[in-house]
């Protein structure tokens, strides 16, 4: 018996998956979401061995919710649009079932579970997601009593918050269950620079460098001001020709 979550913003495709499980009753599903952030909370309260994914979803996408996991199930994505075929087999995906799709086309992928050859399925959980080096365009954080998405573009710098990290735009803070050290490597390195063991900034935030002793000031463009440890003014040293 294999776990089964369906992730998909339209009820019909939500439904039509769970019409065409009827008839493989070695797929048990466990659970549903129709947007990425509760798919996100779903696939790592079940741990499912399965998830049809869809691809185009507001706020977050198939390919971002599953730089979110803790693990990596198997993939099947479910989608609209044919554009995202490659990637799709980039993170390993089982198959790519393009809508509309008949219950043939359906059976075929599922029969591509029981294929063990590397061809058709290739160990995820233990793999980085991407054969190449990528980094989410968004990321989930706490606001208040919910979770929102924050475009990583509209980062100004990130702060260490106990096990937490703060995460802080040109207006607010964000919390993220996330250490800092964890968010470095989730972030673009050419973007995102470590200052202090408690500070990560974004360098397009940076509006000033000023010297400070044998270290600097970032002064960003809301004014905020950030202070490099001397132990990381070498980095800054680097960028500055």
Same mark, same amino acid.
């Given at each position: 018996m294999?776990?089964?979550?369906i992730?998909?913003?339209?009820k019909?495709?939500?439904?039509l998956?769970?019409?065409?499980?009827?008839?493989?009753?070695?797929?048990?599903?466990?659970?549903?979401?129709?947007?990425?952030?509760?798919?996100i909370?779903?696939?790592?309260?079940?741990?499912?061995?399965?998830v049809?994914?869809?691809?185009q979803?507001?706020g977050? $996408?198939?390919? @971002?919710?599953?730089e979110?996991?803790?693990e990596i199930?198997?993939?099947?994505?479910? /989608? %609209?649009?044919?554009? #995202?075929?490659l990637?799709?087999?980039?993170?390993?995906a089982v198959?790519?079932l393009?809508?509309?799709?008949?219950?043939?086309?359906?059976?075929k992928?599922?029969?591509?579970?029981?294929?063990n050859?590397?061809?058709?399925?290739?160990?995820?959980?233990?793999?980085?997601?991407?054969?190449?080096? $990528?980094?989410? @365009?968004?990321i989930?954080?706490?606001?208040?009593?919910?979770?929102?998405?924050l475009a /990583? %573009?509209?980062?100004n #710098?990130?702060e260490?918050?106990g096990?937490?990290?703060?995460?802080?735009?040109?207006?607010?803070?964000?919390?993220?269950?996330?250490?800092?050290s964890?968010?470095e490597?989730?972030?673009n390195?050419?973007?995102?620079?470590?200052?202090?063991?408690?500070?990560?900034?974004?360098?397009?935030?940076?509006?000033e460098?000023?010297?400070?002793?044998?270290?600097?000031?970032l002064?960003?463009k809301?004014?905020?001001?950030?202070?490099?440890?001397?132990?990381y003014a070498?980095?800054?040293k680097?960028?500055?020709?």
């Amino acid at each position: 018996m294999k776990k089964v979550v369906i992730v998909d913003d339209e009820k019909s495709g939500r439904t039509l998956i769970k019409e065409y499980l009827e008839y493989h009753k070695e797929l048990i599903l466990v659970g549903e979401a129709n947007n990425g952030v509760d798919a996100i909370k779903i696939i790592n309260e079940f741990k499912p061995d399965l998830v049809f994914m869809d691809i185009q979803m507001p706020g977050l $996408t198939g390919f @971002d919710v599953l730089e979110h996991l803790d693990e990596i199930p198997t993939i099947i994505f479910s /989608t %609209a649009y044919d554009k #995202y075929a490659l990637k799709a087999f980039e993170v390993h995906a089982v198959d790519y079932l393009l809508k509309p799709y008949t219950k043939e086309r359906f059976d075929k992928a599922i029969s591509k579970l029981k294929d063990n050859s590397p061809s058709h399925i290739v160990p995820l959980a233990n793999e980085h997601i991407l054969s190449k080096p $990528t980094f989410p @365009d968004r990321i989930i954080v706490e606001k208040g009593t919910k979770y929102v998405t924050l475009a /990583t %573009a509209d980062i100004n #710098y990130i702060e260490a918050y106990g096990s937490y990290s703060k995460i802080y735009d040109a207006k607010e803070g964000y919390l993220s269950n996330r250490g800092i050290s964890q968010l470095e490597e989730k972030l673009n390195p050419e973007q995102f620079l470590r200052i202090h063991r408690s500070v990560i900034v974004n360098l397009l935030s940076i509006k000033e460098v000023s010297k400070y002793g044998k270290s600097y000031i970032l002064i960003l463009k809301n004014n905020q001001k950030l202070k490099v440890s001397r132990s990381y003014a070498n980095k800054i040293k680097e960028l500055i020709l």
